[in-house]
């Protein structure tokens, strides 16, 4: 069966100091992938979406940057935080169908 | 106006009760349709899809009204266990999806 791993869960992190958050996805191939983010009390709003290795398309401008370097790899990055930047990072696959598979999130404080 | 748009709520229900979330989508062209349930700091998790008309599971009931652009979700006998957050969530080109803001529901006892 397929699974999804998100790391770290919980990051508190300094304004102006680096950010990389990583997921994985096993037990499948090619899968669409995604980073959402969530503003408390708010819906999902997507980032970033990979439609295959080194396909990356932004959603949102912003100091953030995705990477896929791998096939079931899928990376968030910042090379400097905002505070505007906390709120709680989901990623998710799809195979297109539209049903989406999430990992359990990381939630970030930018301090 | 939103992509896709839901009532926030909060829907406060007695145990036992029925309710109805409805949710609206601006895409006339989108043929899947999703409800997502997402407890308190966790990550969404699916509950129904709708491809047609409608969808029943248990006591989850979902409907389509393409005419109209809504779907809505129908809770019957409310469970303590109901209580969380519901995502209506409109699939759109090259597999992107849009999530309305959420519809919070509480059932007490």
């Known amino acids: 069966s397929q699974t999804i791993h998100q790391w770290p869960a919980t990051l508190v992190q300094p304004v102006g100091s680096p950010l990389s958050l990583e997921c994985t996805v096993e037990?499948?191939?090619?899968?669409?992938l995604y980073w959402y983010r969530q503003a408390a009390g708010r819906g999902l709003q997507l980032l970033f979406y990979?439609?295959?290795?080194?396909?990356i398309s932004s959603e949102v401008p912003q100091n953030l940057s995705a990477s896929r370097p791998q096939d079931r790899q899928f990376i968030l990055s910042s090379k400097k935080l905002l505070l505007s930047d906390s709120g709680f990072y989901l990623c998710?696959?799809?195979?297109?169908?539209?049903?989406?598979?999430f990992g359990e999130g990381s939630r970030l404080t930018v301090l | 106006r939103k992509e896709v748009e839901q009532d926030p709520g909060p829907f406060n229900v007695p145990e036992g009760a029925t309710v109805a979330f409805n949710c609206t989508y601006s895409?006339?062209?989108?043929?899947?349709f999703f409800w997502y349930r997402q407890d308190c700091r966790k990550e969404p998790k699916l509950l129904m899809s709708?491809?047609?008309s409608g969808n029943e599971d248990g006591r989850f009931t979902a409907q389509l009204n393409r005419a109209s652009q809504y779907i809505s979700l129908l809770i019957r006998d409310s469970k303590l266990s109901d209580s969380a957050t519901y995502l209506c969530?409109?699939?759109?080109?090259?597999?992107?999806?849009?999530f309305g803001d959420g519809t919070t529901l509480t059932v007490k006892p």
């Open positions: 969530v409109v699939p759109s080109h090259a597999g992107k999806s849009t």
């Open positions: 895409n006339s062209a989108s043929q899947s």
């Open positions: 709708v491809y047609s």
């Open positions: 998710a696959w799809s195979h297109g169908s539209g049903e989406l598979f």
């Open positions: 990979s439609v295959g290795i080194g396909q």
């Open positions: 037990g499948t191939s090619n899968p669409n």
